[in-house]
C-alpha cells in the first residue's frame, strides 16, 4: 500500500508470519506487505509575497519543520505573507508571525481557493498544501500537492483526445515530473506550472477535464524509464 510522507520517497518491505490464538508463530513462509512511502510535489505556482485563501475545509496552520500554530475554519479567508518574516492574516485581524514558512494544510477532500492569485487568474483552485516561500528564486506561493493529485490538473492536452492518447500523455508527464522530483528546480519548488516544465492548472482544470481522472487513475505508477533509470519524456502537446 501507499502512504503519503514527506521526502524521499522510498519503498520498503515488512515481513511478518501468520499466528493462531493459543499457537506459537509458525515458520517465516516469505509473506510481506509492501510499503512505498510516496512523496508529494513541490509546484511552484506565482512569484508572489502575500495570498489571501480559503478552503472548503478546516485548515491547519503549521510552521515547516515544527508544530501547529493555529486554525483557519472552512471558507474564512485569510492570507499568507512574507516581508522578511513569515506573517499569517487571519480571519478577524488577529496575526501570527513565524520564523519559517507557514504551511496551509486541508483535509485531502478539500480544495483551496487563491482569491488574488497573481497570474493565470482563472485557475485558482488547488488540492493539497499551499504555502509562500522564500529563497534563491524570491518568494513563490508553491502547492504541495500528491503527485496522482497534481496529473489530475494537468492542461497540456484537450479533454476531447481519445482516452488513450490521454493516458499516454499522463505517463509522459508523470515522468516528467518524477524526474523534477529527484532534481529540482531549486530548494523553493521542484517544478514550474508553465510551459517552462509542464501546465498543471489544478483544480478547476481537474474538473473542467473529467478525463484526466481516469487516465491518471488507470496508469498510477507507470512511468517510462531508460535503464534503470527515469526516462527525459520530452513532449509537445
Given amino acids: ?13 515488512e515481513f511478518f508470519a501468520p499466528i493462531a490464538e493459543g499457537i506459537t508463530w509458525m515458520r517465516d513462509i ?4 509492501g510499503i512505498t512511502v510516496q512523496s508529494p510535489i513541490k509546484v511552484g505556482l506565482t512569484n508572489q509575497t502575500s495570498v489571501a485563501m480559503r478552503s472548503s475545509g478546516t485548515v491547519t496552520l503549521r510552521a ?3 508544530g501547529v500554530i493555529g486554525t483557519v475554519g472552512a ?15 487571519l480571519p478577524g485581524g488577529g496575526v501570527l508571525n513565524s520564523g519559517a514558512p507557514v504551511r496551509a494544510e ?9 482569491d488574488n492569485i ?13 504555502y509562500v516561500k522564500n529563497g534563491s528564486p524570491g518568494a513563490w506561493l508553491v502547492n504541495e500537492v500528491d503527485l496522482e493529485l497534481y496529473l489530475r490538473g494537468m492542461g497540456e492536452v484537450p479533454d476531447s483526445w481519445p482516452m488513450e492518447a490521454i493516458k499516454a500523455q499522463t505517463v509522459a508527464a508523470r515522468t516528467f515530473a518524477a524526474r523534477k522530483m529527484q532534481a529540482p528546480r531549486n530548494e523553493v519548488f521542484a517544478i514550474y ?21 481516469p487516465a491518471s487513475e488507470s496508469t498510477r505508477g507507470l512511468v517510462v524509464r531508460y535503464g534503470s533509470d527515469l526516462a527525459q519524456t520530452y513532449y509537445s502537446s
Fill in 193 to 213: 506550472d508553465t510551459v517552462s516544465d509542464q501546465v498543471y492548472n489544478g483544480y478547476n482544470s481537474e474538473v473542467a477535464k473529467p478525463n484526466h481522472t
Fill in 30 to 33: 516469505g509473506l510481506y506487505w
Fill in 75 to 89: 471558507n474564512q479567508q485569510f492570507g499568507l505573507t512574507y516581508d522578511g518574516q513569515y506573517v499569517v492574516n
Fill in 64 to 66: 515547516e519543520g515544527g
Fill in 1 to 13: 500500500f501507499t502512504l503519503l510522507g514527506t521526502p524521499p520517497s522510498v519503498t520498503y518491505y
Fill in 118 to 130: 497573481a497570474d493565470n487568474g482563472a485557475y485558482n483552485r488547488f488540492r493539497g498544501v499551499l
Fill in 106 to 114: 486541508q483535509p485531502v477532500d478539500a480544495v483551496m481557493t487563491v
